[in-house]
T-cell receptor
Framework: GAGVSQTPSNKVTEKGKYVELRCDPI?????LYWYRQSLGQGPEFLIY????????DSGLPNDRFFAVRPEGSVSTLKIQRTERGDSAVYLC??????????????FGEGSRLTVL | AQSVTQPDIHITVSEGASLELRCNYS??????LFWYVQSPGQGLQLLLK??????LVQGIKGFEAEFKRSQSSFNLRKPSVHWSDAAEYFC????????????FGTGTRLTVIP
């Protein structure tokens, strides 16, 4: 597709379980971002990839959260030992860096995670 | 560090009335500034952005915003609101380092009444 695709759109899990959320960015976009949006809040930065490497992971709340982007395209956000406080909408965005960089992030519709 | 303040949590306007949503930012250098809109069940959509140059920027759907450096503000305006404008609006600030990661405000929810 032409936009950022995220799967699953909804995920319900139990406390303590492991969860993976997938993001497929816009083709050709070298930068990929994960944000978390809690109820009533704005998106909160988690991690940013430039190519395959995490250029900035300062927003990850703790070591239960990890993200990968092995081939510089699709990314997976992994959450271990989920807690009820992890419940949120996880947003993925991509952008074009280098020449043609307009600074605009293109967002997916998000994956809503509910931890029971 | 960057931060964004949107002082109005919820605003209600009548259809056809004018609209102004407030945004104040904190950043040490010249920022990149953005307004995004989020409708229920939809992803964030960019309305407009400011990088440099003309401080009055035009966006989609008839929105505009004005960058005022002296007030550290980037308020969003629309002269005549339509019922379809009801949504959550987020102001965001980015840096000019090229990384593009944005810092968002907490949002303003707009309700439009007939």
């Amino acid at each position: 597709g032409a936009g950022v695709s995220q799967t699953p759109s909804n995920k319900v899990t139990e406390k303590g379980k492991y969860v993976e959320l997938r993001c497929d960015p816009i083709s050709g976009h070298t930068a990929l971002y994960w944000y978390r949006q809690s109820l009533g809040q704005g998106p909160e930065f988690l991690i940013y990839f430039q190519g395959t490497g995490a250029a900035d992971d300062s927003g990850l709340p703790n070591d239960r959260f990890f993200a990968v982007r092995p081939e510089g395209s699709v990314s997976t956000l992994k959450i271990q030992r989920t807690e009820r406080g992890d419940s949120a909408v996880y947003l993925c965005a991509s952008s074009l860096l280098g020449s043609g960089n307009t600074g605009e992030l293109f967002f997916g519709e998000g994956s809503r995670l509910t931890v029971l | 560090a960057q931060s964004v303040t949107q002082p109005d949590i919820h605003i209600t306007v009548s259809e056809g009335a004018s609209l102004e949503l407030r945004c104040n930012y904190s950043y040490g250098a010249t920022p990149y500034l953005f307004w995004y809109v989020q409708s229920p069940g939809q992803g964030l959509q960019l309305l407009l952005k400011y990088f440099s140059g003309d401080t009055l920027v035009q966006g989609i759907k008839g929105f505009e915003a004005e960058f005022k450096r002296s007030q550290s503000s980037f308020n969003l305006r629309k002269p005549s609101v339509h019922w379809s404008d009801a949504a959550e609006y987020f102001c965001a600030v980015g840096t000019q380092t090229g990384a593009n990661n944005l810092f968002f405000g907490t949002g303003t929810r707009l309700t439009v009444i007939p």
